[in-house]
């Protein structure tokens, strides 16, 4: 009988459960393989902290944020001897594939153990949707409507006190949840770290729009544009930046260029959190399943992924690529509505 052994790790994001469940029906269900949940991401690899999954476990977890299997961000490579670390587990649970959830940290682990001897199918995950070789990752969806709606309510808040209010989101290096929620929230200008931006202009726009009867404004920023203010960040396990507050350096630029009264909402984690959207949980199922297909038929080193709305596999070494940008193109949509 197959084995498969699945973690999830480094930051959390709505869908991890509906991956989980869709992996263990599959593997259950059709091909009658064992499904090994690996307790808080590698270091339950490492430390031997594992639980048989079966279809009972994974009962009502569909809609649920978070991951049953918890997570962390340590990381073998750096926190152990690489697969001398994990060999033990994987062996003394005969777990033949490893499915590992991740961002494009996790899958770089992943990849580097796939290329040390262990099997691995990787399914791509991060709110951010920064991740090469796929449409969208799961998570992204759910973010952007999280932020969505907080712009319909700070909408109403500004105008009816004639302010500016800053909307700082995630997104790591990339500027995807800024530009899709900016747009769908109607957002007045949208920095992201992708493209350059002079503050003045956004002072000026402001103030033509203000010229013209709107007296209220929201600008979205993503929390990795670079700061006005040089400012030295911490470094997270897998040696990416800490961000978050950049929107508290822009405000009292913008409040002093403008005139305008400033206030600023930081969403953080918020973005991460509760239920996933219907996007999120049909796309997060369509993943798990298909990460069993590819498990049971011995198709290790993959990546499955979304490609013009089908799921396919992908190499491993694609998701691990460099991470993708806002394409110009979708920038310019926003940009049309600026001011
Ligand atoms: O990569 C997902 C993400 O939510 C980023 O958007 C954000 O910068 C980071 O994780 C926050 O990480 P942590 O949960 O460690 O604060």
Not at 65 to 83: A, M, Q
Not at 250 to 268: D, H, K, N, S, Y
Request: proline share 3%; glycine share 14%.
């Amino acid at each position: 009988m197959s084995v498969i052994g699945v973690l999830t790790a480094g930051g959390d994001c709505p869908g991890l459960n509906a991956v989980v469940r869709g992996l263990v029906v599959r593997a259950n269900q059709k091909y009658d393989a064992e499904v090994v949940g690996i307790m808080n991401g590698w270091d339950g690899l490492m430390e031997g902290d594992v639980e048989l999954l079966d279809d009972k476990d994974v009962g009502g977890i569909l809609a649920k944020g978070g991951t049953i299997l918890g997570t962390s961000r340590r990381d073998p490579y750096v926190h152990g001897d690489g697969f001398a670390s994990v060999e033990k587990t994987l062996r003394r649970n005969e777990i033949d594939t490893l499915v590992v959830i991740g961002g494009d940290g996790t899958l770089r682990t992943a990849l580097r153990l796939q290329e040390d001897g262990a099997k691995v199918v990787g399914v791509p995950k991060t709110i951010d949707n920064d991740i090469n070789g796929t449409d969208f990752t799961f998570g992204f969806d759910t973010a952007v409507q999280i932020v969505t709606d907080a712009i319909d309510r700070l909408t109403t808040t500004a105008e009816a006190h004639n302010r500016i209010i800053i909307v700082e989101v995630m997104g790591r290096t990339k500027g995807w949840i800024a530009t899709y929620a900016g747009i769908a929230g109607g957002a007045e200008a949208i920095l992201i770290p992708e493209v350059e931006y002079d503050l003045e202009e956004v002072a000026s726009l402001i103030r033509r729009r203000h010229r013209r009867g709107k007296n209220y404004s929201i600008v979205v920023v993503a929390e990795g544009i670079k700061p006005p203010v040089k400012t030295e960040l911490e470094k997270d396990a897998f040696g990416f930046d800490r961000l978050g507050g950049v929107g508290y350096q822009i405000a009292p630029i913008l409040e002093e260029m403008t005139g305008f009264e400033t206030r600023v909402t930081v969403l953080g984690h918020l973005q991460r959190g509760g239920t996933p959207t219907a996007f999120d949980r049909v796309l997060a199922t369509r993943l798990g399943t298909r990460a069993a297909d590819l498990a049971v038929s011995g198709q290790h080193g993959t990546m499955v992924a979304m490609r013009g709305g089908e799921i396919v596999a992908v190499p491993l070494s694609e998701g691990c690529a460099e991470i993708r940008g806002v394409t110009p193109d979708l920038y310019e949509v926003a940009e049309t509505f600026f001011g």
